[in-house]
């Protein structure tokens, strides 16, 4: 591994990863990316073991480390993978078969058939096409230094049923009226587990969105295209499961809409907004610092905006940001949570090579010994091809 990379290096880097031609028809492309993180976080260790957090955690870690392969066969069939750890070192998290805080795990990894444009057939790991946040934007390209908080940004954690933020299954997607409308139908494992989903019941997922501007025709967008595309997209998506949640079979169900912008200026500054809807039937995983549980329904509500400056300050461009979001429980007696925060990326070369800070609250509407506030501030330094 440490052979290969050095010959890469040496061939040169590009933001988009080493792209190589075995022959006419087969072809692929090799890339590597890492973010490093320091964190501190407020209250969010038990010190003395008794189920309180109570001591605040100062965390260094690795907060993604991907090693990535594509390629195509055939113009017909190709192929990815993610090869990656995350949360290397952050503080009581060990889950090494899914490459959680030590080891390395096929984050993703998949096959696809593609008679055309219009039609990929995807069977493998992959993001499960429901939210735009963690549905279809990568996390190389975000606009907050991390995900949304209820999607496992910072230091919270997904609210629907995943492996880090996949599924296994077979997703039918592909784009119409010339890119402009672009599709996407899983069906996957979703819960395996015999508690909640005793019948092995399926899992069904899907998207669409429609794009007024340019197009986004790839499986992976931005979260923010840093003045290169103008976008306007506007999507659904939605995600069920047959489970039991302890009192008889009930059907997980969720629902989102977003809308994302981003607008280019022509003195080379550009602006970006999204805002998101998410509402919860019987949600499968409890949020952290949050009163929300399995079990529970409820809503989640997003926003954020960003605005990348005109010209270069030193060696890079500088883009500040601010995120919200509100986690709404439905049920009697608990209380909704707000998580927002302010943030900075500066540009060294596109996405792959920046550096981040963010700081970032979680203020409860009504604190418990269990659930209390937090101030979380994170910075991050990115690097890679």
């Known amino acids: 591994m440490i052979a290969l990379m050095v010959v890469i290096w040496a061939a040169g880097m590009a933001q988009a990863g080493y792209k190589f031609k075995i022959n006419e ?35 260094f870690m690795i907060r993604r480390a991907y090693f990535s392969i594509s390629g195509e066969a055939t113009p017909y069939l190709g192929f990815f993978t993610h090869i990656a750890a995350d949360r290397i070192g952050q ?39 429901f939210t735009r946040n963690y549905g279809t934007t990568s996390t190389k390209a975000l606009l907050t230094t991390d995900l949304d908080w209820t999607q496992g940004g910072i230091r919270g954690n997904i609210f629907y049923p995943s492996k880090v933020g996949r599924d296994d299954g077979v997703t039918f997607w592909g784009n119409l009226m010339a890119g402009k409308f672009q599709y996407r139908f899983m069906v996957g494992e979703g ?25 986004e025709t790839g499986w992976f967008n931005q979260g923010t295209y840093l003045g290169k595309k103008q976008i306007l997209a506007l999507g659904l998506g939605a995600d069920t499961q047959e489970l ?111 550096l981040s800070i963010d700081l970032s609250s979680v203020d409860q509407g009504t604190a418990t010994t269990s659930v209390q506030d937090h101030l979380i501030f994170t910075i991050q330094l990115a690097a890679g091809f």
């Open 91 to 129: 503080d009581n998290l060990d889950d090494s078969s899914l490459g959680l805080g030590s080891g390395v795990a096929f984050r993703d990894i998949w096959i696809t058939l593609k008679p055309s444009d219009m039609l990929n057939v995807q069977v493998g790991r992959m993001y499960i096409p």
């Open 244 to 354: 039991e949640f302890g009192a008889g079979t009930d059907d997980y169900f969720a629902w989102t809409a977003d809308i994302h912008y981003d607008q280019p200026y022509s003195n080379g500054g550009a602006l970006t907004a999204e805002a998101a809807y998410i509402n919860i039937e019987n949600g499968v995983n409890s949020i952290k610092y949050s009163q929300f549980a399995s079990g529970d329904d409820g809503s989640i509500v997003s926003l954020k905006a960003g605005y990348l400056f005109p010209g270069r300050i030193g060696v890079g461009q500088v883009q500040p940001f601010a995120h919200y979001e509100l986690i709404d429980v439905d049920e009697t007696n608990k209380d909704d949570t707000q998580v927002y925060g302010l943030g900075l990326n500066y540009f060294f070369k596109g996405h792959a090579n920046k």
């Open 25 to 59: 028809a087969v072809k692929g492309e090799i890339g590597f990316w890492t973010q490093a993180w320091y964190q501190y976080a407020e209250n969010a260790s038990d010190g003395n073991g008794d189920g309180v957090l109570d001591t605040d955690v100062n965390d």
């Open 191 to 215: 819960v395996e587990n015999t508690t909640q989903n005793p019948d092995d019941n399926l899992r069904f997922a899907g998207r669409v969105s429609f794009n007024l501007f340019d197009p």
